[in-house]
T-cell receptor, first 116, second 118 residues
Framework: NAGVTQTPKFQVLKTGQSMTLQCAQD?????MYWYRQDPGMGLRLIYY???????DKGEVPNGYNVSRLNKREFSLRLESAAPSQTSVYFC???????????????FGPGTRLTVL | AQSVAQPEDQVNVAEGNPLTVKCTYS??????LFWYVQYPNRGLQFLLK??????LVKGSYGFEAEFNKSQTSFHLKKPSALVSDSALYFC????????????????FGQGTELSVKP
């Protein structure tokens, strides 16, 4: 059971380049999330997917797009990277309780992205 | 609007002494509260959560947290700190008023760096 996995672990981009961050979970969770972590700002939600087939914007969605490819996979795309997107990106997933509400989120190891 | 505050950027404790990491919150409904720990260059690890029931919640690695509704606080505690507890700690809140299939979005505090010295 690998939990939540993310690729790549590190990436350096030039301004204007594009890339996709991959996330997969093997816990059969319904909901998946993308966060960014910046010093002194905690984690901020970029996008989330409450269930397969749905995606919604979080607190800081500008400059990003997401795809919920299937129940396991949730990717984050930067179409035209900017230095302000230099950050550590975390993917998370959570199950639904028997009552239909969202349980604890579990996090991947993160992707460190630098945009020059 | 939901919010979480961790009033201390850093907490310094001597090994063997009790530790407290503070968290206060604001939500419109009943809060769902979480503590996570992040070791250097790692992802966040779940420590404990409060959903309902007993105000004192016990979690991993000997940590516990006390929910105080009147003070809107959820402070993390440990009776005897270890050097290995040194890490970044995050408090998070979710509003208990969650519509089905909404996805349970968390709001995180900015984090508190805990340093435990031998």
């Amino acid at each position: 059971n690998a939990g939540v996995t993310q690729t790549p672990k590190f990436q350096v981009l030039k301004t204007g380049q594009s890339m996709t961050l991959q996330c997969a979970q093997d816990m059969n969770h319904n909901s998946m999330y993308w966060y960014r972590q910046d010093p002194g700002m905690g984690l901020r939600l970029i996008y989330y997917s409450a269930s397969e087939g749905t995606t919604d914007k979080g607190e800081v969605p500008n400059g990003y797009n997401v795809s919920r490819l299937n129940k396991r996979e949730f990717s984050l795309r930067l179409e035209s990277a900017a230095p302000s997107q230099t950050s550590v990106y975390f993917c998370a997933s959570s199950a639904k309780t028997s009552g239909g509400y969202t349980d604890t989120q579990y996090f991947g190891p993160g992707t460190r992205l630098t945009v020059l | 609007a939901q919010s979480v505050a961790q009033p201390e950027d850093q907490v310094n404790v001597a090994e063997g002494n009790p530790l407290t990491v503070k968290c206060t919150y604001s939500v419109s409904g009943n809060p769902y509260l979480f503590w996570y720990v992040q070791y250097p260059n790692r992802g966040l690890q779940f420590l404990l959560k409060y959903i309902t029931g007993d105000n004192l919640v016990k979690g991993s690695y000997g940590f516990e947290a006390e929910f105080n509704k009147s003070q809107t606080s959820f402070h993390l505690k440990k009776p005897s700190a270890l050097v290995s507890d040194s890490a970044l700690y995050f408090c998070a809140v979710r509003d208990g008023i969650e519509f089905y299939n909404q996805g349970g979005k968390l709001i995180f505090g900015q984090g508190t760096e805990l340093s435990v010295k031998p």
